[in-house]
């Protein structure tokens, strides 16, 4: 087992997200529930964060990425998306919860990261 040098945060959508996801497609009748979506939650690494006060100051920095991500995994082109991705959707669309700690207990495989970003290389880095 080993102890990342990471915390973690899981995002759960709220109902307001699924009334979005529900109002993609007008046509069909197939709703997806608060219960559903949540089932196959997102969880993110993210830098060790000591305190909620810390996690803040991070979803303050980042928070357009995440709900970027968590939208573009309901619907593709962002021409769909609410008109503005404020801290505001943010907050109506998602909840957060911290892991402070993290740990790997996979001894066969290592750790492997895969770019999903065409842009980013694993340093973090733009390509120009």
Excluded at 46 to 66: I, T
Excluded at 86 to 109: G, H, P
Aim: charged share 35%; glycine share 2%.
């Amino acid at each position: 087992m080993k102890m990342l040098n990471r915390s973690a945060i899981n995002i759960k959508l709220k109902q307001p997200f699924v009334d979005w996801i529900n109002g993609l497609d007008d046509e069909s009748d197939d709703l997806v529930t608060l219960a559903e979506v949540n089932q196959e939650a997102t969880t993110y690494l993210v830098p060790e964060l000591e305190d909620g006060e810390d996690l803040q100051v991070f979803l303050e920095e980042r928070y357009v990425d995440l709900l970027e991500n968590e939208l573009l995994s309901w619907e593709e082109d962002p021409a769909y998306w609410p008109e503005e991705l404020s801290r505001e959707v943010f907050e109506a669309f998602i909840q957060v919860e911290l892991s402070f700690m993290v740990f790997d207990l996979d001894d066969q495989a290592p750790l492997l990261a895969q770019v999903i970003d065409e842009d980013d290389d694993l340093d973090g880095e733009t390509e120009e």
